[in-house]
C-alpha cells in the first residue's frame, strides 16, 4: 500500500501524519525532515480540512514553517502552533513566516512558545506580522507578565484590532500592579467578545486595584474566565466585592472556578455572588469546594442562602468539584430550591 486515507476529519495534525510510516503517508510526499517541496499535498485534497494542527513540531525551522504556510488550502480557518518552542528561532525569519499565514486562517494558536525569551519590542513585532483579519488568538502559557509592563502594553496594543477572542492564560502578572494591569487591559482591542485570564492574577491586589483592572475590561466582553487565580485567598473579602462590582455589564459567562471560594465566610460569598454583574447568564463555580465550608463556618441551610445570592437571571450554574457528597440531603433540598427560583439548570456532576 502507498496510500493512506484519513477519514471523516476536519483537523489535519501534521505530527499524526508524521508518525505513519514514510509508505503510508499522504500521496507519499511527506517525508520524516519535511523538506520544502513536501507540503505541496496540503492543497489537494481533502478539501474539507479546516483545521490545521501544526502544535509541537520542534525540529521544524522558520522557513519549514513558511512554507507550509503558504500552501495552506482555503478551506483552513484554525491553526494551531502550540508547543513549538518558538524562541529558538530568529525573530526576522520567524515574523516572515507568521507573515505568509493567510487571510482565511481567522484563529491562530500560539500557546506555549517560550514568547517571553524573546525581547518585548520583538514579541510585539511576532504579534505585529499576523494579518489583520485574525478573530481569535491564544497566546497562553508565554509567561508574558516576565516583561515590562510598558512592554507589556506595547505586546497588547499589536494585537490586530478585529479580534474577538483573545486567550492570556497562565501569563503570570504577578509583578505588575494594578494600575499597571489597568492601562495594559485598556489596550485590549474592543471588539473583543471572549477574554479568558485563568491564572493571572497576583494575590496582593487591594480593593481598588482589582476594581481598577477589571474596569479596564472591554466594555463587550460578553465571555470571561477568572478560574484558577485563588480569589478565595486574598487578604480581604471586599476586595472581591468592590472588584466584581467593575466587570463587564454585559458579561453573560463567567467562570470562577479552582478559585479556593471555600476559604471565604458564608456572610462574605453571599455578598461576593451579589456583586456579579446582574444579567449574568452562565456561571461556573467547580472545583471550590463549597459543600466542605459547612464542616467549618456554615451551618445546616447556610450554602442554599449563599446560592440563593447569585445573579437572579442566571439560566446554568456549575457545581462540579465542590465535594456536595458532604451535604445532607436536606441541605441538597433547600439549594434546589433555592436556585429554582430563577429557573437555573444546576450542574452538580
Not at 485534497?45 to 502544535?55: E, F, G, H, V, Y
Request: proline share 4%; hydrophobic share 40%; aromatic share 6%.
Amino acid at each position: 500500500m502507498t496510500y493512506c486515507e484519513i477519514e471523516n476529519s476536519n483537523t489535519l495534525s501534521i505530527p499524526a501524519l508524521l508518525a505513519i510510516p514514510k509508505e503510508l503517508r499522504l500521496s507519499a510526499r511527506i517525508s520524516h525532515v519535511i523538506p520544502s517541496t513536501s507540503f505541496k499535498t496540503l492543497a489537494l485534497p481533502p478539501q474539507n480540512i479546516t483545521s490545521l494542527d501544526l502544535s509541537g513540531c520542534i525540529d521544524m525551522d522558520a522557513n519549514e514553517f513558511a512554507t507550509i504556510f503558504k500552501v495552506i488550502p482555503q478551506t483552513v480557518t484554525s491553526l494551531d502552533l502550540g508547543y513549538n518552542d518558538f524562541f529558538r528561532l530568529s525573530i526576522n525569519e520567524l515574523s516572515k513566516a507568521l507573515n505568509a499565514i493567510p487571510e482565511n486562517v481567522t484563529s491562530i494558536d500560539l500557546r506555549c512558545n517560550q514568547l517571553s525569551q524573546f525581547r518585548g519590542s520583538e514579541i510585539t513585532k511576532l504579534i505585529k506580522a499576523l494579518h489583520k483579519n485574525l478573530t481569535s488568538l491564544n497566546l497562553g502559557g508565554n509567561s508574558l507578565g516576565e516583561k515590562s509592563s510598558d512592554q507589556f502594553v506595547q505586546i497588547l496594543k499589536a494585537i490586530p484590532e478585529n479580534l474577538n477572542s483573545l486567550d492570556l492564560a497562565y501569563n503570570h502578572f504577578n509583578e505588575y500592579r494594578g494600575t499597571q494591569l489597568a492601562s495594559a487591559f485598556k489596550e485590549l482591542p474592543k471588539n473583543v467578545t471572549t477574554l479568558k485570564l485563568t491564572g493571572c492574577f497576583p494575590l496582593d491586589l487591594n480593593n481598588s486595584e482589582l476594581y481598577e483592572t477589571l474596569q479596564a475590561i472591554p466594555e463587550n466582553v460578553t465571555s470571561l474566565d477568572l478560574s484558577d487565580n485563588y480569589f478565595g485567598e486574598v487578604d480581604s473579602f471586599s476586595i472581591l466585592v468592590e472588584g466584581f462590582k467593575a466587570l463587564p455589564q454585559n458579561l453573560r459567562t463567567l467562570n470562577l472556578s479552582n478559585n479556593s471560594l471555600s476559604l471565604i465566610s458564608d456572610e462574605s460569598l453571599a455578598k461576593v455572588f451579589a456583586a456579579l454583574p446582574k444579567n449574568l447568564r452562565f456561571l461556573d463555580l467547580s472545583n471550590n469546594s463549597l459543600g466542605l465550608i459547612i464542616s467549618k463556618e456554615f451551618t445546616e441551610g447556610d450554602l442554599a442562602k449563599v446560592l440563593a445570592d447569585i445573579p437572579q437571571n442566571l439560566s446554568s450554574l456549575n457545581l462540579r468539584g465542590n465535594s456536595l457528597f458532604s451535604i445532607s440531603d436536606q441541605e441538597l433540598t433547600q439549594i434546589l430550591k433555592a436556585i429554582s427560583k430563577h429557573g437555573t439548570v444546576l450542574d452538580w456532576s
